[in-house]
């Protein structure tokens, strides 16, 4: 049984950076596109950022630039380095790990930023 746990949400200032850290069990993560999405109050859960099998990232125009991500396989994680963080970066930030039809979640980490 698969399973992803999330780590690094917390509240933090505007301008100020937060790193978001998901560790996977129960699947060999090679094969896996791992990524992060995010769900606002009142809004659709939205792709913040994925790294493919191959490395290649793509990300939300809204996070260009100021997030990273990057993918260990050896440690099964993969982390989303969030900086210049804004109020409209506030909500909860799954993790994701995406093979085919095989979709799995974490169980999401509160990222609110306010001052």
């Known amino acids: 049984q698969a399973q992803l746990e999330e780590s690094g949400g917390g509240l933090v200032q505007p301008g100020e950076s937060l790193r978001l850290s998901c560790v996977a069990s129960g699947i060999f993560v090679n094969w896996y596109s791992m990524g992060w999405y995010r769900q606002a109050p009142g809004k659709e859960r939205e792709l913040v950022a994925t790294?493919?099998?191959?490395?290649?990232?793509k990300y939300a125009d809204s996070v260009k630039g100021p997030f990273n991500i990057d993918r260990y396989n050896v440690k099964k994680t993969v982390y989303l380095e969030m900086n210049s963080l804004k109020p409209d970066d506030t909500a909860v930030y799954y993790c994701?790990?995406?093979?085919?039809?095989?979709?799995?979640w974490g169980q999401g980490t509160q990222v609110t930023v306010s001052s």
């Open positions: 790294r493919n099998t191959d490395s290649r990232a």
């Open positions: 994701n790990d995406q093979l085919g039809s095989q979709n799995y």
